[in-house]
């Protein structure tokens, strides 16, 4: 395929309720969707960077700016480019994972739309439907964190996420367990927000059955994570440190982590993301698809994705009214605690105009 233009929309969309996590709270969700325009298709991708560096070092204005600068330029250059192609030939510039990966999904929809075949068929899917978790904020107060919790397991989701930080731990795990008993699936995400001085907190938690303990310690400290999963006893899962194949592999090989959480925007897109799954696989490490408050574009792509055998856990793939009234495509609804993968070409999903239209605060057409 030929690149003719990609189109850069930044959008916003109101959350249902603030969203708070140990590095701030989110009411919105700025995003950076790409529409690439090819000699035979369109495609649609999602570059998942919040609007702010906090979560990771890239934010959404940084991502237009990378794409538009730089990696529209380089992907023009080229005769033709497959979304195959893109990593190897984005490889030049450093880093910029997020904005890479809403680039090669975009292309690779296009791809896929051209040629009639689902995301989940092309990555390898084994499944026509994923069970469904949810990620719950840090909140006011524990009544209302059950309260919460109470009517998440009332739609049907199959494992209630706890955002936790030093403070609010082990109180909020405990309520959870006494009110809903030992059957749910639980698990907790610091986001990096606890050193391995705080290891007797985290082992604390030991005795509540957790899933696992998700990225308790700074996103660089590998070898603190493995010092740490000799303290306690529940697994723990890597995030942020997990931004590519090697650095998965890597990880596991020192005991950082006996689970991963996959998010193809953080690892540089869904190609990485499936090679990370094949090498989990091969080493016997479940993995989960984290989510980032996806529209549902990313949420699509997330849930074919997450079809795929190793995706053993359920993952943070909620239905679209978790976090928005309106979404930009059809909606994701839970059936019996599970999302349907889509099987039409490409994401399956596609923006319905008007909606697009009303969350949208920019657009820039970069011709090529
Ligand atoms: O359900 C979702 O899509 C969000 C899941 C979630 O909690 N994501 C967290 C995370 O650190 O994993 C996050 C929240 C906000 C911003 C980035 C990441």
């Not at 399956?348 to 057409?365: D, F």
Request: proline share 6%; hydrophobic share 45%; net charge negative.
């Amino acid at each position: 395929m030929k690149l003719t233009g990609v189109e850069l929309r930044h959008v916003t969309l109101p959350l249902i309720s603030p969203f708070r996590t140990s590095f701030g709270t989110a009411t919105t969700r700025d995003a950076v969707l790409i529409r690439v325009e090819t000699t035979e298709q369109q495609g649609w991708g999602e570059c998942v960077a919040m609007a702010e560096p906090r979560y990771s070092s890239e934010y959404a204005s940084s991502c237009a700016e990378v794409i538009r600068r730089f990696f529209v330029p380089a992907l023009a250059a080229a005769k033709s480019v497959r979304a195959d192609d893109v990593a190897g030939i984005l490889a030049v510039f450093r880093g910029h994972r997020m904005a890479k990966a809403g680039l090669e999904m975009a292309l690779l929809d296009a791809e896929l739309r051209e040629h009639g075949q689902s995301f989940a068929e092309a990555l390898g899917a084994t499944r026509d439907r994923v069970p469904s978790g949810v990620s719950v904020g840090i909140m006011d107060s524990t009544q209302a964190l059950l309260d919460t919790v109470g009517d998440y397991l009332e739609q049907g989701y199959r494992r209630i996420k706890l955002k936790i930080e030093p403070g609010w731990d082990l109180a909020p795990v405990r309520a959870v367990r006494e009110r809903f008993g030992s059957e749910v699936v639980l698990q907790v995400d610091a986001n990096a927000a606890y050193q391995i001085s705080d290891a007797p907190a985290l082992a604390a938690l030991d005795p509540y059955e957790l899933a696992l303990i998700e990225q308790p310690l700074g996103e660089e400290d590998i070898l603190g994570h493995a010092d740490l999963a000799q303290l306690v006893q529940t697994p723990i899962c890597l995030d942020e440190s997990i931004t590519s194949v090697q650095a998965a592999v890597d990880a596991i090989r020192l005991g950082a982590c006996q689970i991963v959480n996959i998010k193809p925007g953080r690892v540089g897109g869904y190609l990485e993301a499936r090679r990370i799954h094949d090498a989990c696989l091969s080493r016997g490490v479940p993995v989960w698809c984290g989510g980032m408050l996806e529209t549902g574009l990313g949420r699509a792509a997330n849930v074919a994705l997450a079809a795929l055998p190793g995706f053993t856990l359920p993952g943070d793939l909620s239905a679209s009214d978790r976090y928005y009234r309106t979404d930009i495509t059809v909606p994701f609804r839970l059936d019996d605690g599970n999302l349907p993968v889509p099987g039409g070409p490409g994401l399956g999903v596609t923006p319905i105009p008007e909606l697009l239209e009303e969350v949208t605060t920019a657009s820039e057409w970069i011709p090529v």
